[in-house]
């Protein structure tokens, strides 16, 4: 119980103290104009109240991620809390409010455009397809499980196939829509319920510690890793656990609401806020998953594993433990926080086609022809999930290496960006070091994944050398550079100051 609540303190004084550090590293501006102030559309680029851009930048970054992600990661026991609080305070939250600042800096561009503008030509068309493809497997990923939920809590009356139908017809609708229509209306309501879901949860384990014991750390870190055989936690548990501690996907979603804040110093509190918030949400579901399995035994530690982190696990443990009430919220968790994630995945897709083929975006005839394409290939994917249970772990682990190497690449956006813009260089450290690290997991788990085609043939040890060395070898290139101040500032304004505007 110990270790649950100090990691609870970490991640609630992490944002007190390190999100001004970040804000103060940035140098967020409250006289320079936002894209919503300066340039609103009416469509995407619109000024929204800061509750209400925190509440859906939660939902938009959180969805079933933090759930199941979290319940996945508790397999490698206690140790998830260090990297749950670590990344996403050093780490996580660090790159999403870099995202979405930066991007506020250029009228709300995407991670693509960004990618371009402050690294070059190649690594725009390496964002452009990680994004792309990333966004169409979380949108077709998030169709299927709550389909099959629905169709078990409606008694089999409504088919998974009707389901599956209504959730693709409310992503094309949300996804055209102006922002605020819908998304702005419904997300602030889900992402209260996806937080009283998580304290219910929380609330019922702390309640019934005799039958449901919270696992400490200190005792319960070799056993899992053994446990967990060819799985070690470097990099499996930094990849598994990605919402709710480091996620590039958040750098896809980070941009739709830097149109929407008013004032750069919300930054602080939207973006790293909801990223703590999201991590605090994950830290909560391992701790419920580790005591409701036992996983401190073989048994209850097999007994997750073979549920997985998944829609069932989450229904058995809100069930269970909270009775009636239980059910209803695992129906939000696991059906509404899933198809949350889904169509804003789908409309940041929609924004950077749009953006790459420079369509004006505001008329709703061009919104529905950048959609249909792009919604026609989510159904193809959704429909081959569908017919093979199996297709979907194969989606996870394509879905979890490509989200954390955008993790990456974002990080190293930001890094170049406070190289080019900021006076002084070691600055630049504050994203560098994340970056370096997160390029070597990505790299390690290519090389060590033995459901991959390089995992098949390279050994474990030679998989942690190569990610290792081109890790090593990208941060010290980086150095040079820092070091040598090769890179002159170049960074030119798109949003003037209301100064300048005046």
């Known amino acids: 119980m110990w270790t649950f609540f100090i990691a609870l303190a970490a991640l609630i004084g992490g944002y007190l103290v390190y999100s001004r550090v970040t804000e103060k590293v940035f140098g967020a501006d409250s006289t320079r104009q936002t894209p919503a102030i300066a340039c609103p559309d009416g469509v995407d680029i619109t000024p929204m109240r800061k509750w209400k851009s925190f509440l859906i930048e939660l939902l938009n970054i959180a969805g079933t991620g933090p759930i199941f992600g979290a319940i996945s990661g508790a397999l490698f026991g206690p140790i998830v809390f260090l990297w749950i609080v670590f990344g996403c305070i050093l780490g996580g939250a660090v790159h999403d409010y870099f995202s979405g600042m930066i991007s506020s800096r250029n009228k709300g561009a995407s991670i693509v455009s960004l990618s371009r503008r402050y690294v070059g030509k190649v690594m725009e068309v390496l964002v452009r397809i990680f994004s792309i493809v990333l966004l169409l497997l979380v949108t077709a990923v998030f169709v299927v499980s709550p389909s099959k939920l629905l169709e ?9 196939w009707i389901w599956m139908v209504i959730i693709l017809a409310y992503y094309l609708l949300s996804t055209i829509v102006p922002i605020d229509k819908v998304i702005g209306k419904l997300y602030p309501i889900f992402g209260v319920i996806l937080i009283a879901m998580a304290l219910a949860v929380i609330g019922g384990i702390l309640f019934q510690q005799g039958q449901y014991p919270m696992l400490e750390l200190i005792g319960h870190v070799k056993d899992f890793s ?6 070690p936690w470097w990099p499996f548990m930094l990849t598994t656990v990605a919402c709710g501690a480091v996620s590039g996907f958040h750098a896809t979603q980070s941009p739709m609401i830097a149109k929407c804040i008013k004032n750069e110093k919300e930054g602080r509190q939207v973006f790293y806020g909801a990223m703590v918030a999201e991590g605090v949400i ?14 401190d ?4 530690w097999k007994a997750l594993h073979d549920v997985g ?3 069932s696990s989450v229904y058995e443990i809100s069930k269970t ?15 509404i926080c899933p198809i949350t994630s889904g169509d804003t995945a789908l409309r940041s897709c929609r924004l950077i086609v749009g953006e ?20 026609g290939i989510v159904v193809l994917i959704s429909l081959w999930n569908f017919l093979e249970s199996e297709n979907f772990n194969l989606l996870w682990r394509w879905f979890a290496w490509s989200n954390q190497t955008l993790a990456a690449v974002s990080l190293w956006v930001s890094t170049i960006y406070l190289l080019k813009t900021s006076d002084n260089k070691l600055k630049s450290l504050f994203t560098g070091i994340p970056a370096a690290i997160m390029t070597a997991v990505v790299i390690t788990y290519i090389f060590g994944e033995p459901k991959i085609a390089l995992g098949r043939f390279v050994p474990m040890w030679e998989a942690y050398l190569i990610g290792g060395v081109i890790g090593g070898a990208i941060f010290a290139v980086y150095v040079y550079f820092m070091i040598r101040g090769m890179l002159k500032p170049n960074y030119v304004d798109d949003v003037k100051t209301s100064e300048d505007h005046e």
Do not use: C
């Open 309 to 311: 982190g998944n829609s």
């Open 321 to 335: 433990l909270l009775g009636p009430v239980g059910t209803v919220l695992a129906v939000v968790g696991v059906v």
């Open 356 to 375: 790459w083929l420079h369509i004006d975006q505001t008329k709703i005839r061009k919104r529905v022809l950048l959609t249909l394409p792009l919604f």
């Open 152 to 160: 078990v809590l409606t008694g089999g009356n409504v088919t998974a």
């Open 226 to 231: 053994a446990a967990n055989g060819d799985l």
């Open 297 to 300: 035994t073989a048994e209850g």
């Open 282 to 295: 994950a830290l909560i579901w391992a701790a419920a998953a580790m005591a409701f399995y036992h996983v």
